[in-house]
């Protein structure tokens, strides 16, 4: 019979946890890593970087969406993207739970291993967290990074930058479409593009991670830079699976649905010959869509035509 963690208890599920990731190599960078009223770490001599991030049931997934072990990964994958977003990669992270006492204990444990493992094979450590009751699964994930090269922002886009974006975009957000319809299907992981961010860092004038919507995002990048974009649909790189399945409507569904956690970056005229050069090393599909142009921030998706399309929102909002 499964064990509940109202049958274990919140300090004897730490010190099952504890023991679990402590079976680990030992890293010299942790002094104190989970167990303490805090953890203790040796920071390197580049930049820090932080970000946090929280999924919770019934917001963000809905149960059976994806193995625990899986929501481990997502919960770190999402923040590992902000990181990489700003040409940063990330080194410690800490785990803040809420669970309900109902929760299976090995679904608690699956999920705590699999961002550790995600953690570990970025090159990060799990080094402290917390648990505490609620009425429904939140995850939240604190995130210390090291930028090994130039700190990128959302501000500094210019006039006559190109827009690249990498990866696909749509397919993240179809699957979520048809799981919330109740249809059976792969929730993707999102993907750690932290060697791309760090590549790109070095050539760009901005950059910002695409989790709420290609336009909308692209809207945060243009307010903080203080310029316009005209975005493309037909340059867009649309998930074939999202393709096939919406056709015609594809890009732009692609452009506003979210979920995707890829980068988009403005790059300056004189970057194209640098970029050549390490396109093959980014490790991902990148793609061409648009520019920056002066004005106000305002984002125009346009046709092959030059038309220009009008998406029935821009993006996910919590509150909208």
Known sequence: MARLLRDVGEHAWIARIMRRLGATRVDRRVLLGPGDDAAAIRPGRRPLLLTTDTLIEGVHFRAGWAPPAALGRRAFAVNASDLAAMGGAPTFALLALEAPASLRVADLDALVLGFARAARQAGARLVGGNLAAGPHLAITATLLGEAP?????????????????????????????????????????????????????????????????????????????????????????????????????????????????????????????????????????????????????????VDAAGRRLAPPRPGFDHFR
């Open 149 to 301: 090269g130039p700190v990128i922002g959302r501000a500094g886009a210019r006039p006559g930058d190109a827009l690249y974006v990498t990866g696909t975009l749509g397919g993240a957000g179809l699957a979520v479409r048809a799981l919330r319809a109740g249809r059976r299907t792969r929730w993707p992981v999102p993907p750690l593009r932290v060697r791309a961010g760090r590549l790109l860092a070095r050539l760009a004038h901005a950059m910002i991670d695409v989790s709420d919507g290609l336009v909308q995002d692209a809207g945060h990048l243009c307010r903080a830079s203080g310029a316009g974009a005209e975005i493309l649909a037909a340059r867009l790189p649309v998930a074939p699976a999202c393709r096939r399945a919406l056709g015609a409507a594809a890009a732009l569904f692609a452009a506003t649905v979210g979920e995707d956690y890829e980068l988009l970056v403005a790059l300056p005229p004189r970057a194209e010959r640098a970029l050549r050069r390490v396109r093959r090393r980014l490790g991902c599909r990148l793609t061409r869509i648009g520019r920056i142009v002066a004005g106000r921030p305002i984002i125009r998706l």
